[in-house]
């Protein structure tokens, strides 16, 4: 049972588990598909890049499902208009962590909504969402404990806000689901409308 | 495995599964123990109500647990300087609902924290975290639709941020886990300097 009244089959082209978990918490049904899509991208401006990289995600397995929605989304963390992805090893985490210490930094989900038709698609929407993360000032002792439990290592930014990395944060302006992956409440309503 | 470490045995005086859960993220080791605190207050300061009845909680069960940190949590929402509980039914849900739509309103956790000897509360810390949420301009048929689902009935201002009500909000200022029941980074925190 849902909210939403979606008529289409829902297609999430992402493998994250913290977008299912969100789709979950909706209390839609939907099925995953996720296909290769190119991540390489020359674009400096973060909302252009998230954006771009959603649309490639949705795009990758349209053609797989006609008749239906399919939802493409891309999280990034920016500091001082720099892009931090995921840390390629321990150190690099411990770097990224004492960056955005005491600091406020974004976090960007772009998100891709298509609704295709028996032939192709149909409508398209794209669209970004920022929400403001401010961490406490964390000294190093804590990090290397947060590092130490392997949670910030397949993280955008070298942290979850849905696990433990939640002690890591004091506030945030914005909607919390786009910090975890997928800003749920535009993404039900803009489907909602696509139906 | 925890980012804080506790050398002492960890109370949770509150029965609400959605601060176990929060515990849970956080990794600390802690067991439930609950008894009826006088939940009558006549104070009309929306922060001295959350703190007053924190601290009623956290008292109720000290004498039980000597040498021990207890946390005792009241969550309430507030919009107007008008306190929101539980609905006592349907159409209450639908009114409180319809009153939030498409405004800004505070959701305040009183937290205390109890440090017992083996003779009585050695240190104690009472405070409130206040977090702004809006909603959406939700429409009736919507508010309807999420009342149908049961999930507005046990809450304070009748909706969950970390179930479906999720759909309502459009975003917050301040610490997301201060709306689901307890301002987890900082209890963390304040435990962690109380041992």
Do not use: W
Request: net charge negative.
């Amino acid at each position: 049972m849902s909210l939403i009244q979606l008529s289409l089959p829902l297609i999430l082209a992402s493998a994250s588990p913290r977008r299912r978990e969100l789709l979950d918490q909706s209390g839609l049904s939907y099925i995953v598909d996720v296909s290769d899509a190119d991540e390489t991208c020359d674009t400096k401006d973060p909302g252009e890049y998230v954006m771009e990289l959603s649309r490639r995600k949705a795009t990758a397995i349209c053609e797989r499902h006609p008749n239906s929605l399919i939802i493409g989304a891309d999280t990034i963390v920016v500091y001082d208009d720099e892009i931090l992805g995921k840390p390629s090893d321990e150190k690099e985490a411990l770097d990224m962590l004492m960056y955005l210490s005491g600091r406020t930094h974004q976090v960007l989900t772009g998100v891709t909504l298509l609704r295709t038709s028996h032939s192709g698609i149909l409508l398209s929407r794209t669209f970004a969402e920022v929400t403001n993360v401010t961490m406490y000032d964390n000294d190093r002792d804590l990090l290397q404990r947060y590092i130490d439990t392997k949670e910030p290592m397949d993280k955008a930014g070298a942290y979850g806000i849905q696990g433990m990395g939640a002690l890591l944060v004091e506030r945030i302006e914005g909607d919390y689901n786009t910090v975890v992956g997928l800003p749920l409440a535009r993404v039900c309503r803009e489907l909602g409308d696509l139906t």
